[in-house]
């Protein structure tokens, strides 16, 4: 399993209220299969590779939420730097085992993020493949203070998107969207590994900060179809964007993700 360059996205898992019914739905949207983890935690995997994890909430107060976790070589640095630029720790480095370890934090407008420093386990055996992880964005309300955290605490190379129609998460023109490009690496779509966005007027007032996800799917509106028919919900019917044809869903316990199907070369 290869190394994940440094601040880039390198793993995702969601708390669920009931992990079976999770299973059951994950694995019919996206063909996962499932091998069970360390207490109350399994596996997700594509076509044999690790893509991501479903756990069982242990707190009823905790949210029922993807997770996305960032690469790190250094965790104790990476949480002082949390602390320095005005984010929250919310869990201290903790080891998981000979698989590495982590930490969670959440930037100055309140988005949950985790940290991974890697020892077994790296991180996905697969991305942007359907049924895997593509991308994954931060939502929030105030923008300066963001940029300048995720600059400061990941070291990103940041390009600006202000062209109409353009941003991966909503179908609202005239967007105001950011790029993120691992440390080292000339900014811009080509080496863009996430990105930031605004909580506008047109969303709900009471939604918090917070990171969407997206997965790679063959076939957008077939996912949309399925998740109903699942029994969750469509938060943003699909739509055409200059990356694809994407979706925002909820599954059937209330988890908020997108899909993302490739545009045909």
Known sequence: MAAFAQSAPCWVDVQLPDLEAGKRFYGELFGWTFRAGDGPYADALSGGALV??????????????????????????S????????????????????????AQAADPGGAVFGLWQAGERKGFQKQNEPGSFCWTEVY?????RVDAFYEEVFGFR??????????????????????????GTEPGPDTAVGGRSVITD?????????????????????????????????????FDIPYGRMAVLQDDQGAVFAVLQEPVS
């Not at 940041?158 to 691992?182: C, F, K, L, N, Q």
């Not at 918090?208 to 996912?223: K, N, R």
């Not at 699942?230 to 699909?238: A, H, I, M």
Request: hydrophobic share 35%; proline share 8%.
């Open 140 to 144: 929030t309300r105030q923008k300066d």
């Open 52 to 77: 991501a994890a479903l756990a069982a909430k242990q707190d009823g107060r905790m949210p029922t939420a993807w997770g996305v976790y960032f690469a790190t070589d250094d965790i104790t640095a």
């Open 202 to 238: 047109g969303l709900p007032a009471e939604m918090p900060s917070h990171f969407l996800s997206y997965f790679t799917v063959a076939d957008c509106d077939a996912s949309a179809e399925t998740v109903v028919r699942l029994g969750g919900r469509v938060s943003e019917p699909p």
């Open 79 to 102: 949480v002082a730097r949390i602390r320095e630029n005005g984010g929250q720790v919310i869990t201290d480095p903790v080891r998981a085992g000979r698989s590495g370890v982590l």
């Open 158 to 183: 940041s390009a600006d998107i202000d062209e109409p129609g353009v941003d991966p998460g909503t179908a609202e023109s005239g967007v105001d969207y950011r790029m993120w490009s691992p440390p």
